[in-house]
């Protein structure tokens, strides 16, 4: 999962969001796009252009981030109990007990 660091890197360079668009060929909606939505992913041609007018590289845009683990439960939800984690090994064991 990645995240665009382009604020932090407008904040450290100490430029506007309106100094960027005219120093590149993107319109002020999209720089405004690049820095409010961390989460978006533009063009290497876009990162490219930003990259370029803040004389930073690339890398120095995008920042790498853990992607959360599918398996762990959100706080809203309640953890898995043994038996919903296991169905196999219980439908297994009933099938035992109803044997013996």
Known sequence: MY???VKEVLQQKGVTQTWL?????????MVRRLV???????????MAQVAKALQVHIDDLIEEIPDPSPF???SSEPAL???QQQP???RQTNQ???IN
């Open 3 to 5: 995240r665009l660091r």
């Open 21 to 29: 668009a005219r120093h590149t060929a993107l319109t002020e909606a």
């Open 36 to 46: 409010r939505d961390p989460s978006y992913l533009p063009s290497i041609a876009t």
């Open 72 to 74: 762990a439960p959100r």
């Open 81 to 83: 109990s043994s038996q």
């Open 88 to 90: 196999d090994q219980t």
């Open 96 to 98: 035992e007990s109803r």
